[in-house]
């Protein structure tokens, strides 16, 4: 299996690149956003308590994204691999992928990081927040926000990550398609 995360910031192409290397190399995406916000489209009791953290760029608790996560692995076993996009977001996140992967024999290939400044991504999430209908892409503080909580609590992942030597720094700034070029060129040296 080729198990992969795609790291970075909020508006650093993760989705976009995501969809990209899943298309390539027929793996499952999983966004742990996506799967949030269906939740809050459904309106279940799960989606009407997590709406209320996004909608101030809050991280939801580790152990909703962990079961969500847990479903999702269940739910394709015969998958090629999965790419997981905005999870892990935190060390135990990650902890518990480690472990959820490991009782199905797998584990994560490589930690691909994209690398966008602060004011790019400020400028790409209110152009996102005009475009799209996403509530946390349209206020410039909840974004400042969001960037916030990724240095504070999600950066970290990369460290635990590039302690077993499994993060891969991208620059993420050029365009959708030299961005790819550059995943592409490291995930095949993982295959
Ligand atoms: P995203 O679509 O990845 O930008 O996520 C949108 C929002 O969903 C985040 O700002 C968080 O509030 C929440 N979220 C998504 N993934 C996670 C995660 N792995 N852990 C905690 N919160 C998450």
């Given at each position: 299996?080729?198990?992969?995360?795609?790291?970075?910031p909020?508006?650093?192409?993760?989705g976009?690149?995501?969809?990209?290397?899943?298309?390539?190399?027929?793996?499952?995406?999983?966004?742990?956003?996506?799967?949030?916000?269906q939740?809050?489209?459904?309106?279940?009791?799960?989606?009407?308590?997590?709406?209320?953290?996004?909608?101030q760029?809050?991280?939801?608790?580790?152990?909703?994204?962990?079961?969500?996560?847990?479903?999702?692995?269940?739910?394709?076993?015969?998958?090629?691999?999965?790419?997981?996009?905005?999870?892990?977001?935190?060390?135990?996140?990650?902890?518990?992928?480690?472990?959820?992967?490991?009782?199905?024999?797998?584990?994560?290939?490589q930690?691909?990081f994209?690398?966008?400044?602060?004011?790019?991504?400020?400028?790409?999430?209110l152009?996102?927040?005009?475009?799209?209908?996403?509530?946390?892409?349209?206020?410039?503080?909840?974004?400042r926000?969001?960037?916030?909580?990724?240095?504070?609590?999600?950066?970290?992942?990369?460290?635990?990550?590039?302690?077993?030597?499994?993060?891969?720094?991208?620059?993420?700034?050029?365009?959708?398609?030299?961005?790819?070029?550059?995943?592409?060129?490291?995930?095949?040296?993982?295959?």
């Amino acid at each position: 299996m080729l198990n992969l995360v795609l790291f970075g910031p909020p508006g650093s192409g993760k989705g976009t690149q995501a969809d990209n290397l899943k298309a390539k190399y027929n793996l499952v995406h999983i966004s742990t956003g996506d799967l949030l916000r269906q939740e809050i489209k459904d309106q279940t009791a799960l989606g009407l308590e997590a709406k209320k953290l996004m909608d101030q760029g809050l991280l939801v608790p580790d152990a909703v994204v962990i079961g969500m996560i847990s479903s999702k692995l269940d739910a394709n076993k015969n998958a090629a691999g999965f790419i997981f996009d905005g999870f892990p977001r935190t060390v135990a996140q990650a902890e518990a992928l480690d472990a959820l992967l490991t009782e199905k024999g797998t584990a994560i290939a490589q930690c691909l990081f994209l690398h966008v400044g602060e004011e790019a991504l400020v400028k790409r999430l209110l152009h996102r927040g005009a475009t799209s209908s996403r509530a946390d892409d349209r206020d410039e503080s909840i974004i400042r926000n969001r960037v916030k909580v990724y240095r504070e609590q999600t950066l970290p992942v990369a460290d635990y990550y590039a302690a077993e030597n499994k993060s891969t720094d991208i620059p993420g700034e050029g365009t959708i398609e030299e961005t790819f070029e550059l995943l592409v060129a490291q995930v095949e040296k993982l295959k």
